[in-house]
Structures are given as C-alpha cells and as structure tokens.
C-alpha cells in the first residue's frame, strides 16, 4: 500500500507563510496526481492544488497566485508553499495521491492524515 506523511502544519500569523510538504511511501509503481485539499469543520473537502507528473499544476481560485505547489518524482514527495496567508486558509490539509502499485494495476486515490494550519488575524 501507500503511506503518505505530511509535516510543516503549524500557527502561523494573517501574511505569514508556511510550507507543507507529504512524503509518499510503500509499494509504488507510478503517482499520476499528488495534491493538497483542506477541510474546515462542518464544512467538505476542497481540493486546494494538484500537480500531475509532468509538472501541470491546477489551484482553488482562492489561493491563486498566494500558493506554489511542487514536486519531486524522484522522492515521491509533493510540497504547498503557501504565502500571505489569510485567517480564511484555517483548516486541516490533506495530502493526496492517485497511485498506481503495479504496472498493470489500477491507480487508486490514497490520503493522509492531514495537518493542521491556523492563520490568526
């Protein structure tokens, strides 16, 4: 299976910057898509960013020109940069990947655990 491990969630003041970054691990053949969504409390997931491996990249209009995603194929791991953040950014960040484990398998959708930001204004 896949283990996706995210650091660099924190509290961070209204114009501040973080970077989070999710590490996959496991069984991996190829990762189609990795990505962030964020989920506030009684609210759904959104999808934040995601960046496929040839490097497209696709950003919530909200965080637009404010976030950079990334990645590294070689290190199977995925990073938001996130700048002039806003109270509104609050939520927990989920790391996400759409991964294939054999060659002739499927690509299936894998989470992690998610990480908390918290923009105080």
């Known amino acids: 299976q896949v283990q996706l491990v995210e650091s660099g969630g924190g509290l961070v003041q209204a114009g501040g910057s973080l970077r989070l970054s999710c590490a996959a691990s496991?069984?991996?053949?190829?990762?189609?898509?990795m990505g962030w969504y964020r989920q506030a409390p009684g609210k759904q997931r959104e999808l934040v960013a995601t960046?496929?491996?040839?490097?497209?990249?696709n950003y919530l209009d909200s965080v637009e020109g404010r976030f950079t995603i990334s990645r590294d194929n070689a290190k199977n791991t995925v990073y938001l940069q996130m700048n002039s953040l806003k109270p509104e950014d609050t939520c927990v960040y989920f790391c996400y990947a759409l991964a294939k484990l054999y060659s002739l398998g499927i690509s299936n959708d894998y989470w992690g655990q998610g990480t908390q930001v918290t923009v105080s204004s």
């Open positions: 960046v496929t491996s040839g490097g497209v990249t």
């Open positions: 496991g069984t991996i053949y190829s990762i189609g898509v």
